[in-house]
C-alpha cells in the first residue's frame, strides 16, 4: 500500500506562515501522478475536516471553503510530493495536519475521507500569541 509521511509542522505566532511537505510512496500499480492526495487536519475534540485535495498533473486543485485562500497546495511528481503552503495561520488552524491518497486522478468537492486509503503518521501545526 502507499506510504505517507508529512514534515514541516510546528510552531508560529498567528500571521505566520508555514509549509508542509508530504513525501510518498510505496504505489502499487500506479505512478505517483495517478493518485489524488488531500490534506485534512484534526483538532482535539474535533472531526477530522479536509483542507484541499490536489489531483493530477495536470492541476486540479480543490480547495473547501474553509481554506479562505490562505492554503495552496502544489506537487512535484519527480519528487513524489506534495506541499501544502498555509499563511495568514489563525490560531483555530491548529491541528494535526494529514496526508492521504485517494486512486483518483481528479478532485471533487464531493470527495470524501472514505475516498483516501492510506495516511500519514500527521504532523502538529501549533498557532498561537
Known amino acids: 500500500q502507499v506510504q505517507l509521511v508529512e514534515s514541516g509542522g510546528g510552531f508560529v505566532q498567528p500571521g505566520g506562515s508555514l509549509r508542509l511537505s508530504c513525501a510518498v510512496s510505496g504505489f502499487s500499480g500506479f505512478t505517483f501522478d495517478y493518485y489524488a492526495i488531500g490534506w485534512f487536519r484534526q483538532a482535539p475534540g474535533k472531526e477530522r475536516e479536509a483542507v484541499s485535495c490536489?489531483?493530477?498533473?495536470?492541476?486540479?486543485?480543490y480547495y473547501p471553503d474553509s481554506a479562505k485562500g490562505r492554503f495552496t497546495a502544489s506537487r512535484d511528481n519527480a519528487k513524489n510530493t506534495v506541499y501544502l503552503q498555509m499563511n495568514r495561520l489563525k490560531p483555530e488552524d491548529t491541528a494535526v495536519y494529514y496526508c492521504?491518497?485517494?486512486?483518483?486522478?481528479?478532485?471533487?468537492?464531493?470527495?470524501?475521507?472514505?475516498?483516501?486509503?492510506?495516511w500519514g503518521q500527521g504532523t502538529q501545526v501549533t498557532v498561537s500569541s
Open positions: 492521504a491518497s485517494a486512486e483518483m486522478l481528479y478532485c471533487s468537492k464531493d470527495m470524501g475521507i472514505m475516498d483516501f486509503k492510506s
Open positions: 490536489i489531483g493530477s498533473s495536470d492541476g486540479n486543485i
